[in-house]
């Protein structure tokens, strides 16, 4: 007869199997149910006339496209427009040179009333016609355009299909008060704003609660093994090493002066806008999609934003990511090796070294990698708690950790890889428990399916768990638009297409730099010599074989759930940062002196890494936009005496494998023996040696760059800027011209602008010599921008025709001629009727000559510290590179003012800094400093002696502006495109807003170098659903002159304002309202 202690602990445990099972399963079921429980949605609706006026409103939409527009227009509106005709009403405005290409237009023309949608004439009446007209009835939906003149004996005018026009508000030619009947109604698709229903949070709530009880009730079950409970760090975890000082200063120097990654901006400018929103979109692309089903890890950086936008403090995720990084690696990751493992150092210091040498250069940034990096081995870990202690609690929580690894990032699925490593022997345990709990020992009887259910379901409840953060306050609706439109615009590259991401490691670009190129290289090295020794030996002596072979197993299983990415940037190899360095230390032991003793295998071991290393060694060292200012060898290998270092390494490479080809021939004769000493030292851990000079190099190119830009803007001094109470970054350093007309330069003697700008000589210079296509070089072979900014948009060329890729807004020709009767459009708001130019350009080529006139050079100031002259064509000069670009002469000329007022003693002449591009309008600029305190007269050389048509330039007179910095003009208030690509070094301007559906315009736009804006353009554009797209058809965008401080011949960007199609236009007044959709619910298509 059982005892009855033994009674008592089996009801408890009969308790704890039925807790385990209910609680794991009503966990499992409402987290699934989640993404189709309702939500509460704001809808979001237009109206047009406002306040009674015909008044133009403004209400550029995020989505572009709404989801239902409807008009209702007198027809006598029709005949109360001018004679030539005009506008009733229009989604876009009139002088958008877009305005018939996207939009809706109701209009008149000399003759006729006309319906047009996205350039295609949907109905027309002659006005003639139109006296028994009532009314103009137009609707648009998802699925056809309808337009009937009510009242005429006409056939209503229906054509099928989605040919929804874009909207950015609502924009007429009437005037004073609206007539009675007309109206506009637009239904805006705010389909994201939306927020939880109390069932939704009853649900979440209650699901997050059961499954915490059924994993206390799972830890119930495993607690039957009858063992002690397991400690759960390892013994002496706080206690540091040298080598944990080591490797602890340099992530922490490193997040100070270390390079930033290419999405910071990008990331850090959704998360600024979220709260505001309500939701986390998309900010720059894909229409204003919500970032679900991987945007969990988002609402951190966005918690941190809220509180300072300064990159130190808004990257404190990456700091302490890369600290538990170590501590895992060091603490639990080697000592699971195994004794040998646990006991030799040069295991340790080959895992920290290869672990820094993916880490900085993929992971000092706002991307989710760090984070997946750690919920990598965190999943590993758990999974090899769950093998060594038999229990499954410790599987539930690698499960958890898998989870929101994935939703942390697509290559989370590197933590799925860590599960599935361990799947064999965890399912041998679920076995084995299951029959031990199936075992009733007061009756005898055997409940297995209940075992099984009871031991499943908590497993079940910690894998869905993530959905709860997941569709918290989205649909499951709402996120599959999401995913197929980011699928159906792009870039979504296939598994097939990967090798596109080793194109771009090993192109000229930041994404191939050397730095990144050797973390993968020695990545690939080091799990082929492992997987070779485990292999050939069936094993590593003191190493136990199962962890081992799943690490491995988990870093090339996340290099195959690599392909399954749709985009193949090289930023994601940053999370193989962890498995990386734990693979690197299997790799110390393999390559030790005690398992790799032929001196013959040890040279050609190492012959094979220093091949890897001369391969990366063939890429610049290069890093992401501003990071890779003042950085040496950022635009070609390293080299060493005149020499690449990567040939020199080939040579050694060569010297090596005759060294173990000896070595060979030698051991023939005298048989194996232990290598001499020489071959001892340099082949004990050559993977600490290699990855540890790289990261060296690393650290010391950017304290270089620091020093050598100082006290010119880098990345390092704007973080210390920061600490120090200075957190606006690169707003500081960047100069405005704010009235560039204002800052031209006076001449000497009686004579006006025009004398003097051609008063020394004139041959071949004339007021209209300018070429009439100035399009930039680097976009006139195929129209796209040599950049990969914008990999995999089909749509780039099209953009371009809509988009000035300069932004100096200087499109055909002026309606008056200027001050010297030129009318060719003035760049950067220079203005015709005060600044003269002269150009040499004429069809067929010719040479030409010009020397101006003497010009008063101010005394020196700090508001003024450069000369400026803005020019188009092209100038001799040579580019950063060190390249000679062949061009005109253009020289300023500088000298004493005597007495009389012709007597100009020359001094000098140099030549101004030209930043391009080329042919386009650009500032040419000398720096004050670099011409004599005494020197107080300038005046201009040109020659052009190219015969060459498309050798020619174009100039206006010098000129000294006072400028203010960029914060100052900008503001931190005034909304502003901040392009993704300078977003991080822009933290203090304010990122414009949206909600509901409708973004506020912006005044400004910030973008980033040429090169960089050309991508940007694209990928920011109308096609990819971005901002550049919606606030290119609203105003007209124009650059304001910009310099970089100290750094003149530098291009960091520019600075655009937004000049409106329409200046009258006022903010549309959005109606709300709230309804209740269910998860299911979706209106269509956006796109």
């Given amino acids: 007869m059982p005892s009855s202690g033994g009674s008592k602990s089996d009801g408890r445990l009969r308790v704890a199997r039925i807790v385990a099972l209910l609680t794991g399963l009503a966990g499992f079921l409402l987290a699934v149910a989640t993404p189709l429980l309702p939500v509460h949605q704001t809808t979001t609706t237009i109206s047009w006339p406002q306040d009674d006026q015909a008044t133009s409103i403004e209400a550029p939409l995020i989505s572009y496209l709404p989801v239902e527009v409807s008009a209702t227009i007198p027809c006598a509106v029709f005949n109360d427009l001018p004679d030539e005709g005009g506008l009733v009403a229009a989604t876009i405005p009139a002088q958008s040179p877009d305005s018939q290409r996207f939009g809706l237009q109701i209009r008149a023309t000399e003759t006729q009333a006309e319906v047009l949608v996205r350039n295609a004439l949907v109905a027309s009446q002659p006005l003639e016609e139109l006296a028994n007209c009532d009314q103009l009835l137009v609707g648009i939906t998802k699925g056809a355009v309808t337009a009937e003149f009510a009242g005429i004996d006409v056939e209503p005018q229906i054509r099928d299909g989605n040919q929804m026009p874009y909207v950015v508000g609502v924009f007429s030619d009437l005037e004073g008060p609206a007539p009675d009947g007309l109206n506009v109604t637009i239904e805006v698709d705010s389909r994201f704003t939306t927020s939880p229903t109390l069932l939704k949070i009853l649900a979440i709530t209650i699901g997050a609660i059961a499954t915490l009880v059924s994993l ?3 830890h119930r079950l495993d607690l039957t093994d009858g063992r002690r409970h397991r400690r759960f760090l390892p013994a002496s975890w706080w206690k540091l090493s040298p080598l944990d000082l080591i490797v602890g200063a340099i992530l922490l120097g490193w997040y100070f002066i270390g390079a930033n990654t290419a999405d910071d901006g990008y990331i850090l400018n959704m998360a600024r806008v979220a709260g505001h929103a309500g939701y986390m979109a998309n900010y720059y692309r894909w229409y204003g999609v919500p970032e679900a089903p991987f945007g969990w890890f988002y609402d951190v950086t966005a918690a941190l934003a809220a509180l300072s936008t300064a990159s130190p403090f808004v990257r404190l995720t990456t700091l302490i990511a890369s600290i538990l990084c170590w501590w895992i690696i060091s603490r639990e990751v080697i000592p699971r090796l195994g004794r040998r493992a646990r006991h030799t150092p040069a295991v340790y210091w080959t895992a920290a070294a290869v672990f820094l040498a993916f880490w900085l250069p993929y992971n000092n940034g ?11 081995l965190l999943t590993w870990i758990s999974v090899e708690r769950a093998i060594a202690t038999g229990r499954l609690l410790p599987a539930a929580i690698a499960t958890i950790i898998a989870a929101f690894s994935l939703a942390a990032g697509p290559t989370g699925l590197m933590a799925v890889a860590a599960l599935l490593a361990g799947s064999r022997p965890l399912l041998a345990i679920l076995i084995k428990r299951a029959k031990q709990l199936s075992q009733n020992t007061t009756t005898g009887n055997k409940h297995t399916p209940l075992a099984w259910a009871a031991l499943t379901a908590p497993l079940l409840a910690a894998g869905t768990a993530v959905l709860f953060i997941v569709f918290r306050d989205q649909t499951l609706a709402a996120v599959s638009e999401a995913s197929r439109l980011r699928t159906a615009v792009g870039p979504s590259l296939t ?18 730099s050397l730095s990144r190129r050797f973390a993968v290289l020695i990545l690939f090295f080091c799990i082929t010599i492992s997987a070779a020794a485990i292999i050939r030996r069936g094993g590593l002596p003191g190493v136990p074989t199962g962890p081992a072979a799943r690490i491995l197993g988990v870093t090339v299983g996340s290099l195959l759930f690599l392909t399954l990415t749709p985009t193949k940037w090289t930023h994601h190899f940053g999370a193989f940062a962890g498995v990386g360095a734990a693979v690197a230390a299997l790799t110390a032991i393999a390559m030790g002196p005690t398992i790799l003793r032929s001196a013959r295998n040890r040279l050609l071991a190492l012959s094979v890494l220093m091949f890897v290393v001369a391969f990366a060694l063939t890429g610049t060292n290069r890093w992401w936009h501003v990071s890779n200012y003042g950085v040496p060898f950022d635009d070609r290998p390293p080299l060493f005496l005149g020499r690449g270092v990567a040939n020199w390494l080939l040579a050694l490479t060569l010297l090596l494998l005759i060294a173990a080809a000896i070595f060979h021939y030698l051991e023939l004769r005298k048989g194996k023996f232990d290598p001499p000493w020489p071959v001892r030292v340099v082949t004990t851990a050559p993977v600490m040696i290699v990855s540890f000079a790289v990261v060296i190099w690393q650290l010391v190119s950017m304290t270089v760059g620091a020093v050598s830009q100082y006290p010119a803007y880098s990345v390092a001094r704007a973080n210390f800027d920061a600490v120090g109470g200075e957190p606006c970054g690169m707003a500081r350093d960047v100069l405005v011209e704010t009235d560039p007309t204002a ?13 003097a700008l051609d008063q020394g000589e004139n041959t071949g210079f004339t007021a209209n010599g300018v070429a009439g296509d100035l399009t930039p070089e680097s976009l006139e072979d195929d129209g796209t921008a040599s950049t990969p900014v914008a990999m995999g948009e089909s749509d780039a060329e099209e953009e371009l025709t809509t988009i000035d890729p300069t932004g100096t807004g200087t499109s055909g020709p002026l309606e008056a001629p200027g001050i010297n009767d030129s009318i060719v459009p003035l760049p950067f708001g220079l203005d015709p009727a005060q600044v003269p130019l002269l150009g040499s350009y004429r069809p067929g080529g010719g040479r030409g000559a010009l020397t101006s006139g003497w010009y008063e050079l101010p005394a020196r100031s700090d508001d003024t510290p450069v000369l400026v002259m803005t ?29 009389p007022e012709t007597d100009i003693e020359v001094q000098g002449s140099i030549q101004p800094l030209d930043i391009g591009p080329i042919p386009s309008w650009r500032n040419l600029r000398i720096p004050m400093a670099a011409i004599p305190e005494e020197a107080n007269a300038v005046r201009v050389i040109a020659r052009d002696d190219e015969l060459a048509e498309d050798q020619w330039v174009a100039l206006t007179p010098p000129r000294l502006p006072a400028m203010s910095t960029l914060g100052d003009v900008v503001g931190t208030e005034s909304p502003v495109l901040i392009d993704w690509s300078v977003g991080l070094s822009f933290p203090c301007q304010q990122p414009f807003l949206h909600r509901y559906g409708v973004l506020d315009m912006p005044r400004y736009r910030i973008t980033g170098d040429f090169e960089l804006k050309a991508g940007t353009d694209i990928a920011q554009g109308s096609y990819g659903g971005g901002p550049v797209g919606v606030t290119a058809l609203v105003g007209a965008p124009i650059a304001l002159p910009t310099y970089l401080r100290d750094d003149w011949d530098r291009d960091w960007g520019s600075l655009l304002t937004f000049e409106p199609y329409d200046p009258d236009a006022v903010p549309a007044e959005l109606a709300l309202d709230t309804t209740t959709r269910s998860g299911r619910w979706n209106p269509g298509p956006i796109r």
């Fill in 495 to 512: 598994w097939y297409e990967e090798m596109v991401r080793y194109e771009e490691l090993f192109g000229p670009a930041s994404d191939g």
């Fill in 366 to 376: 706002l991307r989710p990698e760090p984070v997946i990096a750690v919920g990598a």
């Fill in 743 to 755: 800052g031209l330069l006076k001449p000497i003697g009686d004579i006006d602008a025009v004398t």
């Fill in 216 to 218: 206390a009730a799972l």
């Fill in 871 to 899: 020019i188009a064509g092209r100038v001799a000069s040579v580019d950063p590179f060190g390249r000679s670009i062949r061009g005109p002469v253009v020289e300023i000329e500088y000298g004493t003012q005597g007495g």
